[in-house]
């Protein structure tokens, strides 16, 4: 199991819903896991005979010879990789527990050991499409053992690009060289997923094969608004986008498919498909897009067919429980705008449920984007409510979703610790907190001073310079 965000353990009333075994009709196995319960300030595992060892919890992780660390620590990687296709699901949930309480992810006991997610973040580190030893050093700075990060924005075709150097993961070149930042990862005893992103109409002509016009739903151009970055560090105005024949789709979900397919072989723990932020998949789905009048326009169903078909595309390929996907209903970034936020998060939702009860198999997670999400800097940007109605959203989508749900978006340690209080989130990822703190889950636990991120250098090629030369809390003295 893993630990609260930086909630003091002593706090056992936090932990009971984890680990009372009267919500589960007494001590034994769920799924082949093993129970857990609580005795004289312990946890305490119970086999189907009742007896098992004791494991103290100290301090913010829980201390385990069976973690997920100790897995990672083999030098076989084929075998440490069958090990987490069968012991290692990142979906399954308890959804029995008060909805004010922690919720029971089971078989993540082994492996995740805290709530504070990397969120992906573009970085723009990546020569030439290919990752490198700079991003290895990077994701293994910000990995705790058990921890759990999510890859930047990786994409899945030569034109689905809309920034410099960012890493991809359709060529062999780009499958080869992420085997060495996964294995960085995986050797300091963290998980990581890949997200998969095509940027849609967010893009140039300088991203796209041959200057050609980027796809998107729409021929719509994103409004001067917002500018894209050039290859030089200049910014243009974004071009008017082609829109995709409903034909030319299956191709890109094929390269959705592939792609995953490809994660999986550079050693990734599983896949999260990038449906937010005004990027391609969300351009099908917000009617402020989404001009069609084809089967991928109109209703809400049928904005939400492409999303569908990824999701159905990608599951098929490597397992639900391997895919994670990432939503955005409120957010505004890039004209992203809906009529109906709460109404289109709630119709991705039921499909998504809907999806699990046909197969039979959970998605790793869903994750959304609070609505107080700020983009570029602008305080305000990606508001589309008020407080109220943007609470009532993210209530209404945990609610709703059966299955594991991640937040992002805003969080500080405070805000992050109420979400998960309050039963409103069962994780929470965290974006620019990271990217100056590589040691965040450290300063999280014992309440130390925060580094201040630089903005200057958040898309700069620099392979040390704002991204690896952030300073860590100074070793304690111990008599």
């Known amino acids: 199991m893993y630990s609260n965000l930086a909630i003091d353990f002593s706090d056992l009333r936090l932990f009971r819903c984890l680990i009372d075994r009267r919500s589960y009709g007494g001590a034994g196995k769920l799924h082949g896991h093993t129970f857990l319960s609580l005795q004289d300030g312990k946890i305490r595992s119970l086999s189907q005979s009742g007896s098992g060892a004791d494991d103290t919890l100290q301090g913010f992780e829980r201390r385990s010879e069976r973690g997920f660390g100790g897995v990672l620590r083999s030098t076989h990687h084929s075998r440490r990789f069958s090990h987490l296709r069968r012991h290692h699901d990142l979906s399954r949930i308890r959804r029995e527990t008060p909805r004010t309480h922690f919720s029971l992810l089971t078989r ?18 990546a020569l030439n499409g290919v990752p490198n030893a700079a991003l290895a050093e990077y994701y293994a700075q910000r990995t705790t053992p058990g921890g759990f990060l999510i890859s930047e924005g990786t994409m899945i075709s030569p034109g689905s690009a809309g920034f410099p150097h960012v890493p991809g993961i359709y060529s062999e070149e780009q499958v080869e060289a992420w085997k060495h930042v996964v294995e960085a990862v995986h050797s300091k005893g963290g998980l990581i997923f890949c997200q998969l992103w095509h940027v849609g109409r967010a893009s140039h002509p300088l991203y796209q094969p041959n200057g ?3 796809i998107s739903s729409t021929d719509k151009p994103i409004s001067e608004r917002w500018r894209v970055l050039l290859p030089d560090g200049s910014h243009a105005k974004y071009p008017k986008p082609r829109p995709l024949h409903a034909s030319e789709i299956p191709r890109v979900v ?3 498919c592939n792609s995953a397919v490809n994660a999986i072989r550079a050693g990734f723990d599983g896949i999260e498909i990038h449906g937010a932020h005004g990027y391609l998949i969300d351009q099908f789905m917000k009617n402020g897009i989404n001009d069609r009048t084809d089967q991928y326009g109109g209703s809400i169903e049928n904005r939400c067919r492409f999303l569908l078909q990824v999701v159905k595309g990608v599951v098929s390929a490597i397992g639900a429980s391997k895919v994670g996907v990432r939503i955005s209903p409120a957010i505004d970034h890039l004209d992203a705008t809906d009529s109906d936020p709460l109404s289109l998060g709630l119709a991705v939702v039921d499909l998504l449920n809907k999806l699990q009860d046909d197969t039979g198999s959970k998605l790793a997670y869903l994750h959304v984007t609070q609505p107080r999400y700020h983009a570029y800097g602008q305080t305000e940007s990606g508001r589309q409510g ?10 209404s989508l945990r609610t709703a979703y059966n299955g594991t749900f991640m937040s992002s978006g805003g969080f500080n340690k405070e805000l992050g610790m109420q979400a998960i209080r309050q039963g409103d989130a069962d994780l929470v990822s965290f974006g620019r907190l990271f990217i100056a703190n590589p040691d965040l889950v450290s300063r999280f636990k014992v309440g130390a001073k925060l580094n201040k991120y630089n903005r200057k250098t958040f898309y700069t090629q620099d392979p040390v310079v704002g991204y690896t030369d952030y300073s860590f809390l100074a070793p304690v003295s111990r008599l």
């Open 108 to 125: 993540w006991e082994d492996s995740i050991s805290h709530r504070v997610v990397l969120a992906p973040m573009t970085r723009c580190r």
């Open 212 to 214: 050609g016009s980027p």
């Open 254 to 256: 094929e390269d959705y």
């Open 386 to 395: 008020s407080d109220e109605e943007e609470a009532k959203l993210m209530k």
